[in-house]
């Protein structure tokens, strides 16, 4: 039986998470069939049909949809487990995805897996607890499993070279529950944290909002990501969608640089599978340094400095 | 206007978890347990809505062993009027916890059940969506602010690209996010006082719901190790080390 994967996107596009997502469905098994739901979603489905390993692309349009909410997007699959025989229903756990799907569950009456990082069977997940001190290997006998996928755990699925059909389906009726009234989305210039190759993270040790913008230099330089713990954030300095961990983003790149950053479990949460962790910190106490490859103990106000200087 | 609140047990934040070794879960002997962080939030906000009027009746719900009446006590001492708990020694999982809730709103009829987005133990982010869908009510998940007025929420969620604004009508599940409120601590008068607000016992069986969970855990291991501990003397050899060695830059 198919897999329906609920589409990350912005009707222009498709957000990266959606890839990985992809990829672990194609683990799974089973046709692939891609659920855009949007308003001018157009682009976004197109961007849907062209990825490697997906068989349909369902487009649902409508007005209400344009800045979706979890109500009107869940029942729009409800309606089509419940109508086309999915064997799967799966979603990337961005905020958008873990809203939708345990709803979607409930409606189905079945269990939802939610942040699976690896497939082992087609009713068989690993998936981490504990703010990831541990990996739970969990079995689902329902007949529909509906799960979230971590997008570290699973290459993307390659953008292009696919060459499925999209097909227009109507979205179920405006629940008429939730409206999106407003939105303050940060302006990006730079990449977006959860797919970038390099991040560079800032802590309680930054001090202020401003000292951020020593890091927006050394970004610079590297075509990086800006990150923050939670210390961070909760002071103000930079905004929520910056926070890196456990109940934050959780993050994988290529290079990870932790600055002023202690190494709390819950901020460990968010970055330990990134390939190479950089930490600078004036603590040489700081547990950041058990997991960091390349630890600098020192000043960061110095330090970041001359950093940004030494890559010329 | 009644608002519920779930409240769950969980391992303490502080606690450095340790896996057993025949695999098959935490260990949780001996260890501190206390009210999921998320949840002291939706506690405080409930009394918050409270001590502005919008509020009349704040019931704490927790479901789990006789050993959560211990987190409903800290719920009555930090505010809520009178608690109930679901006592089971089941393994609950979220679906099953939604609908114990389903039940305890079905009977209580509060106007906002306001609770965690997630338990620190489970990482699940589940329980307050499943119940909105059980219930048919709209849901705001990860709030980081909240407006009651005129039987209508403005809420203020925290999204991946940064906040969104959101109106709904009541009834409403509402789940907290960190930056919602900073939570009081429970005085020492409260604490006292707490022990003699009601605290209700009841049982899934008597609300009428199966709690078999449909999840397996076949195995819990730990993640493997990460080698750490390199240290650097200058941004130099840093910088050499990046390019030259880790081959990241």
């Keep these: ?312 | 206007m009644k608002i519920l609140v779930p409240v769950k047990r969980v391992i303490d934040y502080n606690v450095k978890v340790r896996v057993k070794p025949d695999g098959s879960g935490v260990d949780t002997a001996n260890v501190k347990m206390s009210m999921n962080p998320f949840d002291e939030i939706a506690v405080e906000e409930a009394v918050r809505m409270k001590e502005k009027g919008v509020a009349t009746e704040i019931i704490a719900v927790s479901c789990g062993t006789v050993a959560s009446q211990e987190t409903l006590r800290t719920a009555l001492a930090l505010g809520a009027d009178r608690a109930i708990l679901i006592e089971t020694d089941a393994d609950l999982q979220p679906l099953a916890v939604a609908k114990l809730l389903k039940a305890v709103v079905d009977k209580e009829q509060p106007q906002i059940v306001i609770l965690g987005k997630q338990a620190i133990d489970d990482d699940a982010n589940q329980t307050g969506q499943m119940l909105a869908g059980l219930l048919g009510w709209a849901q705001t998940t990860s709030a980081s602010k909240i407006e009651i007025a005129n039987g209508r929420a403005t809420v203020k969620r925290e999204v991946d690209g940064g906040m969104e604004t959101v109106e709904t009508s009541l009834p409403l599940v509402i789940t907290t996010d960190l930056r919602l409120n900073e939570p009081r601590y429970a005085t020492l008068p409260n604490i006292m006082k707490a022990k003699k607000k009601p605290m209700e016992t009841t049982n899934p069986a008597a609300l009428g719901v199966d709690v078999a969970p449909r999840l397996t855990t076949l195995k819990v291991v730990e993640p493997p190790k990460r080698q750490g501990g390199g240290k650097v003397a200058d941004v130099k050899e840093l910088v050499a080390k990046l390019r030259g060695e880790a081959k990241v830059i």
């Design chain 1, 1 to 312: 039986m198919p897999t329906l994967i609920l589409a990350d996107h912005d009707n222009a596009s498709l957000k990266p998470a959606t890839l990985n997502a992809i990829t672990a469905a194609q683990q799974i098994g089973g046709d692939l069939h891609v659920l855009v739901a949007g308003a001018n979603a157009g682009p976004a489905a197109q961007a849907a049909a062209q990825v490697q390993g997906v068989a349909k692309v369902l487009h649902a349009e409508a007005a209400y949809l344009a800045a979706p909410v979890a109500e009107n997007v869940a029942a729009t699959i409800v309606a089509l487990v419940k109508a086309g025989g999915y064997s799967h229903v799966l979603a990337a756990a961005t905020g958008f995805g873990k809203s939708v799907a345990p709803r979607v569950a409930a409606l189905l009456d079945v269990a939802q897996v939610s942040e699976i990082i690896s497939v082992v069977s087609a009713d068989t997940f690993v998936r981490p607890i504990y703010a990831g001190a541990a990996f739970a290997t969990v079995q689902s006998k329902d007949a529909v499993k509906v799960i979230t996928v971590r997008a570290t755990g699973f290459d993307a699925a390659p953008a292009t070279g696919g060459t499925a059909a999209i097909e227009t389906i109507a979205a179920a009726p405006d629940t008429g529950l939730t409206k999106v009234t407003g939105q303050e989305l940060t302006k990006l210039d730079r990449p977006e944290l959860t797919s970038a190759r390099i991040v560079i993270s800032g802590g309680r040790g930054l001090g202020s909002g401003e000292n951020f913008k020593m890091l927006e230099a050394l970004a610079e330089k590297l075509n990086a990501a800006i990150g923050a713990s939670r210390a961070a954030v909760d002071a103000g300095y930079v905004p929520n969608d910056y926070q890196v961990g456990q109940t934050g983003k959780i993050v994988a790149p290529d290079l990870y640089i932790a600055i002023g950053i202690s190494g709390a479990i819950q901020h460990l949460a968010g970055m330990k599978d990134s390939k190479v962790i950089v930490a600078i910190n004036k603590d040489p106490d700081a547990p950041i340094f058990q997991i960091a490859d390349y630890g600098l103990v020192g000043d960061l106000f110095e330090l970041v400095p001359q950093l940004t200087a030494e890559l010329g």
